[in-house]
T-cell receptor, first 111, second 112 residues
């Protein structure tokens, strides 16, 4: 089993603040995905990054894949209450058949 | 469009009872299928995945088993539930490599 550690585990910030979530592993992944999950629902994909060093932007969210494809970060600018949720990174192994999820970051944005 | 159905949404079962959770996918063929378990507010633990009918790979030794009797049907079972089997179970499918996972809405299992 490949481990992905996310930090921080919990984050509570005021509306309008910026934040960064980190996803780290000692394993190399073919791709890395970020998901957001609401309570009682399944995770929903935010982005997939494939190339080492890749940066993708999705409105106020910026995702980066590490050069060695072992780590990733998610940066949110001017957080809003609607950003509240559990953020999960997931690494895809080289077979393309297995996805290993990070430990999760629970974000609360206070109005 | 593709859809995934998972049921039941919630389940309360006594220790020692059997379990059967079902997941079906519509609108695609030969998907990769997955069962994950999630502790409250935490990451997902991969339990089983399948790349085809009758092909099951297990990630974690436990008293759970999985079967894929049809192309788009994935079943999670247990003969005798343990207290430690309580959790949020999620089924997911993927069309293949470098493709995202699409999740069902999950089953909240409480073993009493």
């Amino acid at each position: 089993t490949q481990l992905l550690e996310q930090s921080p585990q919990f984050l509570s910030i005021q509306e309008g603040e910026n934040l960064t979530v980190y996803c780290n592993s000692s394993s190399v992944f073919s791709s890395l995905q970020w998901y957001r999950q609401e309570p009682g629902e399944g995770p929903v994909l935010l982005v997939t990054v494939v190339t080492g060093g890749e940066v993708k932007k999705l409105k106020r969210l910026t995702f980066q894949f590490g050069d060695a494809r072992k780590d990733s970060s998610l940066h949110i600018t001017a957080a809003q209450p609607g950003d509240t949720g559990l953020y999960l990174c997931a690494g895809e192994d080289n077979t393309g058949n297995q996805f290993y999820f990070g430990t999760g970051t629970s974000l609360t944005v206070i109005p | 469009s593709q859809t995934i159905h998972q049921w039941p949404a919630t389940l309360v079962q006594p220790v020692g009872s059997p379990l059967s959770l079902e997941c079906t996918v519509e609108g695609t063929s030969n998907p990769n299928l997955y069962w994950y378990r999630q502790a409250a507010g935490r990451g997902l633990q991969l339990l089983f995945y399948s790349v085809g009918i009758g092909q099951i790979s297990s990630e974690v030794p436990q008293n759970l088993s999985a079967s894929r009797p049809q192309d788009r049907q994935f079943i999670l079972s247990s003969k005798k539930l343990l207290l430690s089997d309580s959790g949020f179970y999620l089924c997911a499918w993927s069309p293949g490599p470098i493709s995202p996972l699409h999740f069902g809405n999950g089953t909240r299992l409480t073993v009493t």
